[in-house]
């Protein structure tokens, strides 16, 4: 819940920023961002990755559409092709996944490291040969503060989800937590 800014002394006073607690028990603390920042970032992900690979375009079957008259008629239901798209898209997500996570690393999730404790949990981890993210925040985020899929989808849709109409909220959830509803 935000509060409005209130007067003490004259001074004007920040509002408090809407908090979550995950299932970690970590409470942190949001900063919502404009509704159409996660379109925004979709497209300059497809634009940079069709860049150096093209989006695959559907296979073209020669068809006669009058007599006499032959049009090459695309074939989007091909497994091949559809196969070959969703490969491309699911590379796509994923770049805009990370533009979307560095957003809200950067300015949208409030919360600290524990800098003592998050290098016990580097020694441990790397005793057991694996590297945690290099940036703190990162390592913190994801093996502390929301270490579930579910906790990272629920605190994308805080951020992300708040400002869109409720069709896209729904989309957004079923992007998230694919087969459930």
Known sequence: MVDTLTHTNGHAVSPRLPTIMLSSGYTVALRRQPADVMQRIMVRAEEEYAKDNPKPHPPTQKME??????????????????????????EVNHRATEKLLTLANKVALVFAVDTEQLKELRETYAEIGVDLPEDDRIAWLNYVIAPTIEDQARLFEEVYGKGLPTEAQVALHRLFFPGGT
């Open 65 to 90: 559409t009058a007599p006499g008259e032959f049009h090459e008629i695309p074939k989007a239901h091909d497994p091949e092709y559809q196969a070959t798209l969703n490969a491309w898209q699911e």
